[in-house]
């Protein structure tokens, strides 16, 4: 199959940079033959892509935005996949005194309040709308110079993040794929606000002539499958497992 009839497939940098797609993709790829491109931006731009018919399937992490996105008749099928979780990493001093922390809100209320140096992904990507919603529970609107949008992917901001001694709110998967470049700790985990589900949706055909519905189809229903559920359950880095799959629980756990 040539790589003009690929199936386009936007997701998140997250995604990418966790390394989980390199292992699903090609066993995609050796049982059905649709060979994959992938399209990696934020959530936000994933789904933008999708509106416009240039792509075919979309894979994100922002439950909200992608109910907007059905409602709107832009996706169909939607399935959840897998999920993980948010953490917060920044300086081993930790100069807002972050850890220990019994809540997310409280963690950003400490860093608000001491205007210590946060780097906000800051490009409407799952990993920003989650930020903004812990900003929202803490009743806080983040401004001045303390606070950084760098309108940059997740890797990039980590990078950014070591290099002026900021906080970061990241996906774990992607802290674990960078931590060895990194000398931030992780400071604050845990709890329901920073949960982090993916979902897997399909663009709507009718509104674009050259979408590739049924290789889409394809890619869902393998990844919601026991084999595509059970790479997930089992990838892992630097012996963590970074990804739980939420399609099929029972059947993966009784493999």
Do not use: C
């Not at 997701?11 to 790829?29: C, D, I």
């Not at 663009?203 to 059970?230: E, R």
């Amino acid at each position: 199959m040539s790589a003009n009839n690929a199936l386009r497939l936007a997701t998140t940098t997250s995604t990418e940079n966790s390394g989980l797609l390199a292992v699903l993709l090609p066993a995609f790829t050796q049982q059905t033959g649709i060979v994959v491109n992938v399209i990696a931006v934020g959530t936000g731009k994933a789904l933008q892509l999708a509106k416009n018919g240039d792509a075919d399937v979309v894979m994100v992490h922002a439950r909200q935005a992608e109910n907007v996105f059905i409602a709107e008749g832009f996706g169909v099928n939607r399935r959840d996949v897998m999920e993980n979780d948010f953490v917060l990493v920044g300086p081993a001093h930790d100069p807002a005194g972050v850890k220990g922390t019994n809540s997310s809100r409280n963690v950003f209320k400490k860093i608000a309040l001491t205007k210590s140096t946060f780097i906000s992904r800051g490009d409407h990507s799952g990993t920003h709308q989650k930020e903004l919603v812990i900003w929202k529970h803490a009743t806080i609107r983040p401004n001045g110079r303390w606070y950084k949008e760098a309108g940059q992917g997740m890797g990039n901001v980590l990078l950014m993040a070591n290099e002026l001694g900021a906080y970061t709110l990241t996906d774990r998967g992607t802290w674990l794929a960078y931590q060895d470049k990194l000398s931030l700790a992780l400071l604050h985990s845990g709890g329901v606000l920073l949960k982090n589900p993916y979902g897997i949706i399909a663009v709507n055909p009718a509104l674009h002539k050259d979408i590739q519905y049924l290789k889409a189809m394809s890619l869902i229903a393998w990844l919601t499958s026991p084999a595509g559920q059970s790479l997930i359950d089992a990838y892992e880095k630097k012996g963590q497992r970074l990804f739980f799959p939420t399609a099929i629980k029972d059947v993966v756990a009784n493999e």
